[in-house]
């Protein structure tokens, strides 16, 4: 992204699919008709992204995604001065540039940055809505249609990180979770093209898998972990052989955990 | 902010990993490659959570206890009696052998067997399986509505969970080949033991087993008056 190139919403682009688990739809779009910011919240794999990327799409919006990180600064987010050939020119940040163009500003699992970073957003998510830049001294009102959006998973790294309770209560929290068996079959039958009985027995053994959360786990297998299995499977691998490697290795280490969840796909397979 | 219970759990269950990890990694190599229960009770236990939802406690069985003199003298006919420990459920535990006997000459037939052992009972807990032939009345009464239960059982084991089918077999030969001769049963009860073993040559989905259990309790209607209870069972009336 370069400071000449404007944001733009391509419209033109396929809508990106996403099936409603609830109302979470007419919540999002009432949220961001009244500029309220909004929290995802849900295990990783879930849905949060697909959602404000078809919540971009629907309501016409460019859409920023800013993926967080230890080492994620607030001049990453605002901007800083760049020093070029012919003098020392400012360049605006995503967020800056989310908020002058009016877009959705989407900063993904906002708890890997650190807490004074998240601090600037502040100030855009209370009833001032305003982004000040402290290094040129602008304040930045957002444009219409500008909106903040920020994504965590509760149960990841809980030991180490969390959102600042100031933080917390800035925002419109959507809470996201695995859909009913029917409808993620249905996800993974659309997003990978198997066939739906498949589909099913993936879900199935998933959510057998998911029972193990409080024995070990760090993470139960996501809709994204299934999707992968399948597209493995409809490409011609082994349905056991595209368990345990796109299902069943990346969550574990543990020898034990690991040999029980490849007898579940023993048990669940013909 | 995570709450300090949550850091305490996390915290006593990394350790207790490394203790175990610790623990395996210095006991002495054993010769005898079949494993034992004790070697894969933690990943029979994570198996069953996951199949069941919830933690189902794994113990081991004991052998039979020796009959006494009376019980030899007034049940001459319930022999050969057991002598190996032999797999089991309460409802709320399951218990299982701690070695298989004869040891399957593959590592990894025993941990099949083991698996389907834990799986047989694991169902059987579920569906209440004693309660249903509590209301026998006589002791084959008893062994019948049992091995229509087991059956049942095993079939719904196999509907469950499709890829137990061909274990489910491999565990009934194997079961079919420790049992005694037919010969080392009194007269009386061959019939019954030949049932046992049609079940037994069969792959665990029911069917003409269960048929086999009605024409083997047509011919003494008196004492196998456990219509009432195989209804309960079978959900179907008898004939």
Known sequence: ?270 | MAEAEEVITDAARHVTVFVRELWRRHQPVSEDPTPRLADLKRRLDLFLAAVAGASIPIRVAQPPRRPTLLKVLLEHDRRPRARQPLPATDGLRIWLPSRLDPAPADPNEAVELYRVMALQQLVRARRGSGLRISSARTPLERDLLWLIEICDADAELVEMLPGMAVPLQRLRRHALATRPPPEAFPLVRRPLEAFVAGILKQDGRGGPALDAADRLAQPTPRRTSGDTARRGVRGREPP
């Open chain 1, 1 to 270: 992204m370069t400071a000449t190139e404007p944001l733009r919403e391509d419209r033109a682009r396929a809508e990106p699919w996403y099936l409603p688990a609830g109302n979470e739809v007419e919540i999002f779009e009432q949220c961001h008709a009244r500029g309220l910011a909004v929290m995802l919240k849900g295990p990783t794999g879930c849905g949060k992204t697909r959602f404000i990327e078809h919540m971009a799409w629907r309501l016409e919006r460019p859409l920023v995604t800013i993926p967080c990180h230890d080492d994620l600064t607030a001049s990453d987010l605002i901007g800083r001065f760049l020093i070029r050939h012919d003098g020392t020119v400012w360049q605006d940040g995503p967020l800056t540039r989310a908020a002058r163009e009016g877009a959705i500003c989407y900063l993904d699992e906002v708890v890997e940055a650190r807490q004074d970073t998240v601090v600037v957003l502040h100030a855009l998510t209370d009833h001032r809505r305003i982004l000040p830049i402290d290094k040129t001294g602008e304040e930045v009102v957002p444009a219409p249609g500008f909106q903040l959006v920020v994504s965590y998973n509760p149960g990841y790294q809980r030991m180490l990180k969390d959102l600042k309770p100031s933080t917390r209560q800035r925002f419109v929290a959507l809470d996201f979770d695995f859909p009913d068996v029917e409808a993620e079959a249905g996800i993974v039958e659309h997003e990978s093209g198997i066939d739906r009985a498949t589909a099913h027995d993936l879900v199935t053994l998933a959510r057998r898998i998911r029972a193990l959360g409080d024995r070990g786990l760090a993470e139960v297998p996501s809709t994204r972990l299934l999707i992968a299995t399948a597209l493995l499977a409809v490409g011609g691998i082994d349905i056991r052989s595209a368990c345990r490697t796109a299902l069943v290795s990346p969550l574990s280490d543990d020898a034990s955990l690991v040999e029980a969840m490849r007898d579940l796909v023993d048990a669940t397979f013909v």
